[in-house]
């Protein structure tokens, strides 16, 4: 069946540094991939999206890849802020088919 | 925050009495949802809408219904809360199908004693 996985469930970075948080699937069929944060007591944030037809996309700070291949996506965070810290999750698909990975928690160190 | 509302934001309520979760939106987005997340389980649909009082069932759907009498409001009713259904409620909202990420409200903590 369709699953999302994340490879460390918490990431320590000190501030200044890049962060990468992966996640890997395991349904090639999967073609939406989105990333979320997390930050306590508050709902999950849209932060970036790419389509299987993308290997890379860059947002603010952000870039997402994808590496069809291996079915791996990694979101990286540069120039790591204490803002940053949160539970970051990847999630596949859209509509009423989204599934979510458990969430890696990134903590930054200042 | 994408214009989602939940209400109430905590509530404590005991075995067997019903409960009404409530999900408002401003942004005219024709789908909305409502999610459960637990610990070691991530995310999970319990229902979801597609249009005013167009609904259909998650992938954890037991124990709960919905209501969409308007395209803004977005209510999860649990007719006889449980313990299994404490949990945090989260509802979101997205604008088209497959290829639209969704947008979530901050939830809402539900303890069922």
């Known amino acids: 069946g369709e699953s999302v996985g994340l490879h460390l469930p918490t990431l320590s970075v000190q501030e200044g540094d890049n962060s990468i948080i992966n996640c890997a699937y395991s349904n090639s069929a999967s073609d939406y991939f989105i990333w979320y944060k997390q930050e306590s007591g508050k709902g999950p944030q849209f932060i970036i999206d790419?389509?299987?037809?993308?290997d890379k996309r860059q947002g603010q700070r952000v870039t997402v890849l994808l590496n069809k291949t291996v079915k791996h996506l990694s979101l990286q965070i540069a120039a790591t802020q204490p803002g940053d810290s949160a539970v970051y999750f990847c999630?596949?698909?859209?509509?009423?088919?989204?599934?979510f990975g458990i969430g890696t928690k990134l903590q930054v160190i200042p | 925050d994408a214009g989602i509302t939940q209400s109430p934001r905590h509530k404590v309520t005991e075995t067997g009495t019903p409960v009404t979760l409530r999900c408002h939106q401003t942004?005219?987005?024709?789908?909305m949802y409502w999610y459960r997340q637990d610990p070691g389980h991530g995310l999970r649909l319990i229902h979801y809408s597609y249009g005013v009082k167009d609904t259909d069932k998650g992938e954890v759907s037991d124990g709960y219904s919905v209501s969409r009498s308007k395209t803004e409001d977005f209510l999860l009713t649990l007719e006889s809360a449980t313990s299994s259904q404490t949990s945090v409620y989260f509802c979101a909202i997205s604008e088209g199908g497959y290829n639209s990420p969704l947008h979530f409200g901050n939830g809402t903590r539900l303890t069922v004693t």
């Open positions: 999630a596949r698909g859209g509509y009423q088919k989204v599934t």
């Open positions: 790419i389509r299987s037809n993308m």
């Open positions: 942004e005219n987005h024709r789908y």
